[in-house]
């Protein structure tokens, strides 16, 4: 507690600073006050001068702190420069999964210099896999893109990435069952510092984020990703945690799962920490019953009555099983409804009509009796 820790920010064009202001170690976090300072690399706390808190006024902020619990594993691009009584009374409610870098001082200043419009980092790119292949003109480098972030990933060669994007340092990637190729070649990226890969397979023992080649990842985030893959992995950068590396791997899965759920749009639920597993199986098996009675009842001539009963059903099984242990929460709820829509959509697709009014019958009779 107290230590004042500084790091380049690239939405800053120069160094900021953060203090911290409370450890838990047993949720592993570090509760992290961000200052209102910026300028060129201090080598102690002298250097920052009368430093304040950086108190957010942009949007709807309402002059509250930029205060935050982080993962308590310090990044290695950070540095300790020395400490500062605290200059903050109180904990965090508020909760991240990557440190700050100064981007939060970055929207304040866009924000206080009359600009109503959203801060947005002219270093970083967003888009699908379509998007980005429609985008790029082979032989043509975008060394000012360093962030990149590729979505809605079906199929996409690693070394796509590598040679027009050779700056980056921050990379995610990710889709739902999606295939990425080549991915060693990522071990190309001398710069990286983040590597987010999420619901993507293809990828092997072989394909390896090697820290030789990238000696400045900081940061590896892998979910839903073959099962070699995620130990080799975790066996390459473990040893780094110490360093200042945050590991997440989570979700492997070996070929034979990623067969049988193709088609399953809970599957995510599977080793989702607060859904036991019972109840995981318990709720696919009501997926599975809700989609068979929804097509038989589509296909069973004009008059689709029961299919608003076929909706109570469902929100009546989920009820009885948030019940025992209460795991349905906003996200399970939204994933619950998309699996509603999944449904119907294939029902859609098999029968070739237009199921809009079955599709507004189901989910009304999930509303009518849901209790999550």
């Known amino acids: 507690m107290g230590d004042v820790v500084t ?23 570090a509760a992290v006050l961000e200052l209102d300072w910026s300028g060129p690399e201090p080598v102690a706390v ?33 540095t300790v420069i020395g400490s500062l009584p605290s200059l903050v009374v109180g904990s965090s409610c508020s909760y991240a999964s990557v440190w700050g870098r100064g981007e939060q001082l970055a929207r304040q200043r866009h924000w ?41 990933i079906t199929q996409l060669d690693c070394a ?19 295939s990425l190729t080549s991915a060693a070649a990522l071990n190309k990226l001398p710069r990286l510092q983040a590597l987010t890969i999420s619901e993507l397979f293809g990828m092997d023992a072989s394909d390896c984020l090697l820290p030789r080649h ?28 110490r360093h200042g590396v945050q590991l997440d791997v989570r979700g492997a899965r070996k070929p034979e799962w990623v067969a049988a759920n193709a088609s399953n749009p809970l599957r995510d639920w599977d080793g989702r920490e607060h859904i ?11 997926y599975k019953a809700t989609r068979d009675a929804f097509l038989t ?26 019940s025992r242990t209460s795991f349905i929460e906003t996200v399970e709820r939204e994933e619950l409804f998309e699996a509603l829509d999944f449904l119907v959509d294939e029902a859609q697709t098999a029968t070739g009509c237009d199921l809009t009014a079955a599709r507004a019958a189901l989910i009304e009779g999930v509303g009518c009796g849901r209790d999550w």
């Open 7 to 29: 790091v380049y920010s690239d939405a800053l064009g120069g160094w900021t600073a953060s203090q911290i202001t409370g450890i838990d170690p047993a949720a592993k976090c």
């Open 46 to 78: 002298a250097d920052l001068g009368d430093v304040q808190p950086l108190r957010l006024t942009h949007h709807s902020w309402g002059g509250k702190l930029s205060h935050c619990n982080q993962p308590w594993v310090l990044p290695r691009s950070f």
């Open 112 to 152: 206080d210099s009359g600009n109503r419009k959203d801060w947005n980092a002219p270093y970083a790119l967003t888009c699908t896999a379509d998007e980005l292949a429609d985008e790029h003109t082979p032989g043509v480098v975008r060394a000012g893109v360093i962030h990149l972030t590729v979505r809605g």
């Open 160 to 178: 796509r990435i590598v040679a027009p994007f050779p700056n980056l340092t921050r990379l995610s990637l990710s889709g739902k069952l999606g």
């Open 214 to 241: 990238v000696p400045e990842v900081e940061e590896v985030s892998l979910y839903g990703i073959p099962a070699d893959y995620a130990t080799a992995m975790r066996k390459a950068w473990r040893p780094h945690v």
């Open 276 to 286: 036991p597993r019972t109840g995981y199986r318990k709720a696919i098996a009501q």
């Open 297 to 322: 009842e589509v296909t069973g001539g004009e008059d689709h009555g029961n299919i608003a009963e076929i909706g109570r059903a469902f929100s009546a099984a989920f009820n009885t099983l948030d």
